[in-house]
């Protein structure tokens, strides 16, 4: 799923293309990708966009009029920028949005069609959008800390949580986890204030990091290779190689659809943690160090 510093870059291409031309029309590919009914969709045609931002995970469309269209790209969701007229990209394709100057393609390479659009009017209606998550670059440590110890979970859990903070995923929270040297199974409320500083200053870093590596990487041009897996990225997605960091071999913990990667010397202490499946399976064979690994 695009998470904070990839919905940032295509706000920023967005809002160099759209803002100031106006909707001509949007061509639905698939009729589930709108949510909404009222006010209705042809309300929002011929109307200029006056601004593109980000809400969460969500890119937010303003147009003429209060009126705010919500896209959510889901796991899969992506936006290609093509000449005016574009066909749409085959079977994944959802919808294609028209402007005078180019059209915006919208995609999603899965079976499960989870992208979502929606039309509103008004700052009301928009705000029923906002999951209440921290915006971790205007947050000070302590509206940090008092969100982080809010709630009793796992630190992956917390910063993953839409409610808690704005933006992260399962990519960007198993980088910031290693950055600050904390498992991910560490739970939220048992830091000390040291652990929790370096949390906060991990948070900030990657996330910021991120953002400048890829306004780098895409310049003027629109986000082409928007993805969770990134060859530079510390452990997410590098099981079995090793930690850029101490060479250990990344491990992993699999659990429903995700898995969750980190490196038992920098995070864990030595320590490897139980997997759901296959430490059940082995049972007493399962290594529980990185010495018995």
Known sequence: MPELPDISVYVDALTARLVGQALRSIRFISPFLLRSVDPPIESAFDRPFTR??????????DLDGELH?????????????????????GKIGLATFDVDTGS?????????????LHLVRGMDALRAFDRGGLELD???FEQFLERLQSEQHTLKRSLTDPRLFSGIGNAYSGEILHRARLSPMDRSQN??????RRLFNACRTVLREWT????????????AKVTAFRPDMAVHGKFGKPCPSCGTTVQRIVYAANE???CPRCQTKGRIL???SLSRLLKEDWPRTVEDL
């Open 52 to 61: 593109v931002h980000r809400l969460g995970k969500q890119i937010i469309f």
């Open 260 to 262: 969750c990667n980190y």
């Open 191 to 196: 830091l000390d204030e040291t652990e929790a």
């Open 69 to 89: 269209l919500v896209l959510h790209l889901m796991i899969a969701g992506r936006l290609q920028w093509a000449p005016p007229g574009a066909k749409p990209r």
């Open 138 to 140: 205007r947050a000070t």
């Open 212 to 223: 400048e590596r890829l306004r780098e990487e895409t310049g003027d041009g629109f986000p």
């Open 274 to 276: 139980a997997d759901r």
């Open 104 to 116: 915006l393609l919208l995609t999603e390479a899965s079976g499960q069609k989870r992208a979502s």
